[in-house]
């Protein structure tokens, strides 16, 4: 099971922390990604960070800006945001692949648990 939260309401150039709990899945072995669904878009990927090597993807249009994390002991990945834009706005997901050991994916198709998502807004 995994469950986002940290989302609300952001002034441009603001930052935002979400989280996601983990539950029923090592960190330590399952890839965790970060998904992002603007209204009347489709999901996108953000991130990714595998579970056995730490290797870490953005996508091109949150580079600088975002950063993936995660603390296995507390079994919770983050999505730190900065320098927010209108655009980042929209419910963010993180998920896991059904599987360990996982190449990291910015894919939703390579993705089979998902959590509930976190809206994000940004808006003066």
């Known amino acids: 099971q995994l469950v986002e939260s940290g989302g609300g309401l952001v002034q441009p150039g603001g930052s935002l922390s979400l989280s996601c709990g983990v539950s029923?899945?090592?960190?330590?072995?399952?890839?965790i990604g970060w998904f992002r669904q603007a209204p009347g878009a489709e999901r996108e990927g953000v991130s990714c960070?595998?579970?056995?090597?730490?290797?870490?993807i953005y996508a091109d249009s949150v580079k600088g800006r975002f950063t993936i994390s995660r603390d296995n002991a507390k079994k919770t990945a983050y999505l730190h945001i900065k320098n927010l834009k209108p655009e980042d706005t929209g419910i963010y997901y993180c998920?896991?692949?059904?599987?360990?050991?996982?190449?990291?994916?910015?894919?939703?198709?390579?993705?089979?648990?998902w959590g509930q998502g976190t809206q994000v807004t940004v808006s003066s």
């Open positions: 998920a896991a692949p059904q599987h360990v050991f996982s190449q990291c994916s910015l894919r939703t198709d390579e993705y089979h648990y």
């Open positions: 029923g899945l090592s960190l330590s072995y399952y890839n």
């Open positions: 960070l595998r579970g056995d090597d730490n290797t870490i």
